[in-house]
């Protein structure tokens, strides 16, 4: 069960980080862009941080399951901490202009409020957690992986929750609204009870060491 869950969530990470690359070479009125307003559409500063956003969060989606391989960890480390730098900078970078992003949010200030939250989350979680490993916290710092990570993975989440949440409302507006929060707050619940399982089998450990 757990390895189909696994293989479910790099499936989807994959999937939904390529995904935004679409928007490269496509209408401009595709997917999200067609709920936007042509005067937004033609602001330099709105497209700059619009595509980083969603450039540089594909690649953290992408690369982000992999951090969490043990056998990575184990076999090459050089390669965990590249592809961990290129997370941070992606991540911290997408996180930023995301927040910028949120504030011309589909669906007002409900929408809004939800996806700077999300955002303030995601850059909070990834730079405590590099600056746990370069303190050598490596604890602390795969505890905050795991949020952030949560927090990345809400691209994914987004897109499972909004096709059925218009569905079931029959309103895009009154469904963006209630996904811009329920696309990230289960994702933090489930990271709590993984992180929860980690302090438990660290002080397991610790109890049989000594």
Partial sequence: M???????????????????????????????LSSKSNELLADSLWNIAFYSHIALGGIALLIGWVQF?????????????????????????????????AFFATGGIIASLGFIALGIIWVYTTSKAYLNIINGK???????????QAACFAAVTLRIWLPILSASFGDFIIAYRIVAWLCWV?????????????????????????
């Fill in 2 to 32: 757990k390895k189909s869950i696994r293989v479910i969530f790099i499936i989807l990470s994959i999937l939904i980080g390529l995904y935004p690359f679409i928007y490269f070479f496509v209408d401009r009125k595709f997917g999200l």
């Fill in 69 to 101: 391989s043990k056998r990575i960890r184990s076999n090459k480390l050089g390669l965990h901490k590249f592809l961990g730098k290129v997370y941070i900078i992606s991540a911290l970078i997408s996180g930023i202009t995301g927040i910028y992003v």
């Fill in 138 to 148: 490596i604890h602390k710092h795969q505890i905050l992986m795991y949020y952030s």
């Fill in 186 to 210: 289960p994702n933090l619940i489930v990271a709590h009870y993984l992180v929860s399982k980690i302090k438990l089998d660290k002080t397991t450990s610790t109890v049989i060491k000594n």
